[in-house]
């Protein structure tokens, strides 16, 4: 079975650019998967900021955008704030109505 | 604005069964599909289950096919999970999410929730 993978943490400064990738355990991610992303902090429901490799969800800041990078689908966030401090998932379509998230990322601001 | 509000979660023993719903406002509810994902405690996202708004096609995961069944009542604009043969892997919090657009089936805007727990 296909896993989707996303960096366990990441880190970045204020103020800096930070890339989170999502791929596949075999495979390469293409615009066919329909990447996806969520921001999610603790006990709070998750919140779409990408959907479909790049369109930003509403009310969405441009300081978050979506591509595919190479064999992965990614999530840039530039200007990084404190409060971008969260974890993030993709999603992506397996094909056959399924969708599978990955493990998520925990994004540390420091 | 769109309202999703998901009720029916609580306490069911092992093997037992449990309906949640969702109830939608501020949207043509028909037209969109509708998404349930859950959530165990400490652990990350796990897509369950999806709806289709204009033909009522249904898909689940792998992980309660058979025992999980998504419907869905355009007259009361109100989605369901009707979970049966709960085990304790079933524990968490289930969301339901609205697609962005119409055609799309992936969750994109989302309720807050209802625990279900399976215990004895």
């Known amino acids: 079975q296909t896993v989707v993978t996303q960096e366990p943490s990441f880190s970045v400064s204020p103020g800096g650019t930070v890339t989170l990738t999502c791929g596949l355990s075999s495979g390469s991610v293409s615009t066919s998967h329909y990447p996806s992303w969520y921001q999610q902090t603790p006990g709070q429901a998750p919140r779409t900021l990408i959907y479909?490799?790049?369109t930003r969800s509403s009310g969405v800041p441009d300081r978050f955008s979506g591509s595919i990078l190479g064999n992965k689908a990614a999530l840039t966030i530039t200007g990084a704030q404190a409060d971008d401090e969260s974890d993030y998932y993709c999603v992506l379509y397996m094909g056959s109505g399924v969708w599978v998230f990955g493990g998520g990322t925990k994004l540390t601001v420091l | 604005e769109v309202q999703l509000l998901e009720s029916g979660g609580g306490l069911v023993q092992p093997g037992g069964s449990l309906r949640l719903s969702c109830a939608a406002s501020g949207f043509i509810f028909s037209s969109y599909a509708m998404s349930w994902v859950r959530q165990a405690p400490g652990k990350g996202l796990e897509w369950v289950s999806v709806i289709r708004g204009s033909t009522g096609s249904t898909y689940y995961a792998d992980s309660v096919k058979g025992r999980f069944t998504i419907s869905r009542d355009n007259s009361k604009n109100t989605l369901y999970l009707q979970m049966n043969s709960l085990t304790a892997e079933d524990t968490a919090i289930y969301y339901c999410?609205?697609?962005?657009?119409?055609?799309?089936?992936?969750?994109?805007?989302w309720g807050q929730g209802t625990l279900v727990s399976v215990s004895s």
């Open positions: 479909s490799t790049n």
């Open positions: 999410a609205k697609s962005p657009i119409v055609g799309a089936t992936v969750p994109d805007y």
